[in-house]
């Protein structure tokens, strides 16, 4: 299994951002895809997530209404596209799999995915 998100880069706030998370190595349809961040001298934290499964979807309170989690089933690589970027969305973004998750809110618990892409940093400047 092998995941790995790319896309980030600076960008002012008010700004957009579409970070991609390529995967290969287990069928798409059967995994959770999570994305999550890590600021600096913080805890990492659940953004959004999917279920193939099931096709649920869920938003932290941090990315509802800004964020949009979507997903190419031929390519198998899932997106999170960000608009109205503001400064404290800056961190290091990751996404992450695992077999059959729940995607159901109201958390997003790292926990619960064991296989990890290296992160992509976003950077959103004032």
């Known amino acids: 299994v092998q995941l790995q998100a790319f896309g980030g880069g600076l960008v002012q706030a008010g700004g957009s951002l579409r970070l991609s998370c390529a995967t290969s190595?287990?069928?798409?349809?059967?995994?959770?895809i999570g994305w999550f961040r890590q600021a600096p001298g913080k805890e990492r934290e659940g953004v959004s997530c999917?279920?193939?499964?099931?096709?649920?979807?869920y938003y932290a309170d941090s990315a509802r209404g800004r964020f949009t989690i979507s997903s190419d089933d031929v390519k198998n690589t899932e997106f999170l596209q960000m608009n109205s970027l503001k400064p404290e969305d800056t961190a290091v973004y990751y996404c992450?799999?695992?077999?059959?998750?729940?995607?159901?809110?109201?958390?997003?618990?790292?926990?619960?995915?064991?296989?990890w892409g290296q992160g992509t940093q976003v950077t959103v400047s004032s």
């Open positions: 999917f279920s193939h499964r099931d096709r649920s979807l």
């Open positions: 992450a799999a695992v077999f059959d998750g729940f995607c159901l809110g109201p958390t997003i618990s790292e926990g619960e995915y064991n296989h």
């Open positions: 190595g287990f069928i798409f349809d059967d995994y959770t």
